[in-house]
């Protein structure tokens, strides 16, 4: 198993950056496709942005293409969502997933608590 911890949301005008960390422990996060999703009040859940566990190929979703990057540290078992550009349309309870599977689009068996991202305009 594996345990996520988010870190790196809060308030910012819009316009501006934040940089989402998800430390994870229990087993390497190199074992593990990961992924950041959000949610927003009265909105389902998305997925934001994916790596892969092997090449580290990357997917986006459409909102936030060309704006949000998502990277992976595995020495420091670290996955990140640097976020620029932020709309107010961003605001949402960020999560960090992973799941032992190759395709970025599968379902995630581990979640971390969230972090909120607070995006004013």
């Known amino acids: 198993q594996v345990q996520l911890v988010e870190s790196g949301g809060g308030l910012v005008q819009a316009g501006g950056s934040l940089r989402l960390s998800c430390v994870a422990s229990?087993?390497?996060?190199?074992?593990?496709?990961m992924g950041w999703f959000r949610q927003a009040p009265g909105k389902e859940r998305e997925l934001v942005a994916g790596?892969?566990?092997?090449?580290?190929?990357?997917s986006y979703a459409d909102s936030v293409k060309g704006r949000f990057t998502i990277s992976r540290d595995n020495a420091k078992n670290t996955v990140y969502l640097q976020m620029n550009s932020l709309k107010p349309e961003d605001t949402a309870i960020y999560y960090c997933a992973a799941q032992s599977g190759l395709r970025i689009a599968s379902s995630y068996d581990y979640w971390g608590q969230g972090t909120q991202v607070t995006v004013s305009s």
């Open positions: 790596i892969s566990r092997n090449i580290g190929s990357t």
């Open positions: 229990g087993r390497t996060s190199s074992r593990y496709t």
